[in-house]
């Protein structure tokens, strides 16, 4: 639509044109009449007619939102009309069978929503519609899943790159507020069953994401470099349901991935054009797996999480001195390691944490021994291991054999 003069000499022959006797006397076509005569034929269902009025109004002069609201009204009521006379939700639809109900975006028949209100890809009612630059509407959620595979639109196949790389994925409003005024029942059914996901996604014991990639320590940073798109599902679920954690494990031969893990936090999530990300996430506590899982293509466990049993009196204090000890074996470590391995060391994992005037205050222990067994040249397995222990005493013991080791092997 236009939206000023320059537009309102070539309209003004149009609009005499459609309205005819009506307004052709007049020298300036009055815009309230036009919008008047559309929103009549709005009413009277006689459409193509009356968005060539708005279209009309448009022209003199630019259309509030609230100069739209019998034609949206009208339309809404003709769909609706339309629509009531297909088979009621859930018998299958027309069509019968035939949906797309691969890779888990398909649901069970129990929602099936009015044919123009039904999202392409999951079949339910649009939830958080978003419209492409091709014109095509899906759920928020859908098209973004479809987009961490390819970058195309799922049914017309046009590029959406530069679409994914500007990440302004707007609301289609008239969509949504049509769901609102007809079809508040279903989408409150909607509603509930998006909430009953988000629920389930964010139970931290139960079917927990597990990233299978890396060893990870409580405390200790770990960046990620996210590409495979069943992890961007993944990280995007993290944040959406605001839990931000998620279990990282190591791979394992037979089993897919390691019986011992570490929850990481998201503290970050940069985004690239394509769609990868870098993902700055912080060891938070140790988990033991108690059972393997998959859900949408990437890997879950239920879990329970590890915490060190506390010792008392004279074994607290023997913790204590063990504990000051290879402390200070660990800083005259560090301290001997040659500048260059030392900046390598300091950049990636930043400095040693202190050392806490209590070692039982946390129940992973202290954070400094973290940090230590991420820097000592160890293997992943030997890594795991310790993880995997929850008595301090024990893990002190055993850096301090590799503490004494790495020493020892260095050529002085
Ligand atoms: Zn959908
Ligand atoms: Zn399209």
Redesign the pocket.
Known sequence: PGNGKEEAEPSRSRTAEIYGSELAGLPQPERGLCLRRADALARAGRMAEALDAYGAAARLARLRPEELRELTESFALSIRDKELRLPPWGSGGPGGGGAAEGEG?GDPACCRPPELFA??????L??EPVTTPCGHT??L???ERCLDHNPHCPLCKEKLSEFLASRTYKKTVLTEELIVRYLPEELSERKKVYEEEMKELSNLNKDVPIFVCTMAFPTIPCPLHVFEPRYRLMIRRCMETGTKQFGMCLADELKGFADHGCILEIRDVKFFPDGRSVVDTVGVRRFRVLSHGQRDGYNTANIEYLEDKKVEGPEYEELVRLHDSVYDQAVAWFTSLKDNMKVQILNHFGSMPGKEPEPQSNPSGPAWYWWLLAVLPLENRAQLAILAMTSLKDRLIAIRRVLIFVTRKRPR
């Not at 999202?119 to 339910?124: K, S």
Request: proline share 7%.
């Open positions: 975006l999202c392409p890809l999951c079949r339910r649009f939830y899906f759920c959620k859908c098209l």
